[in-house]
């Protein structure tokens, strides 16, 4: 499967993004979604996964309540909706999938990232 990320952008702190991942092939329904993140300097690291029916979705502790993962299987894209942003949130985002039913930390297929600059 391949992925295209998109929806990144620069936005005041307190403000709202929708990132976007649409993904080719017939057999994204079959795969966990994910999305990580890269800040500056550090690793890149797990923010939000959502299993391939939608039914299960699992957040990093530090954007719970304020990022919603979602799926829309007939347009074969997954949805990062980041509300409250926060400085701290600013990184590189990547989408990926993966076939396992539990997003791994290391998933077999990204997306290319999209920035998100949150300014104070």
């Known amino acids: 499967v391949q992925l295209q990320a998109c929806g990144g952008g620069l936005v005041q702190a307190g403000g709202s993004l929708r990132l976007s991942c649409a993904a080719s092939?017939?057999?994204?329904?079959?795969?966990?979604m994910g999305w990580f993140r890269q800040a500056p300097g550090k690793e890149r690291g797990f923010v939000a996964a959502?299993?391939?029916?939608?039914?299960?979705?699992s957040y990093a502790d530090f954007v719970k309540g304020r990022f919603t993962i979602s799926r829309d299987n007939a347009k074969n894209t997954v949805y990062l909706q980041m509300n409250s942003l926060k400085p701290e949130d600013t990184a590189v985002y990547y989408c990926?999938?993966?076939?396992?039913?539990?997003?791994?930390?290391?998933?077999?297929?990204w997306g290319q990232g999209t920035q998100v600059t949150v300014s104070s």
């Open positions: 990926a999938a993966d076939a396992r039913a539990r997003m791994p930390e290391n998933p077999t297929n």
């Open positions: 092939g017939r057999t994204f329904s079959s795969y966990s």
């Open positions: 959502i299993s391939w029916s939608g039914g299960s979705t």
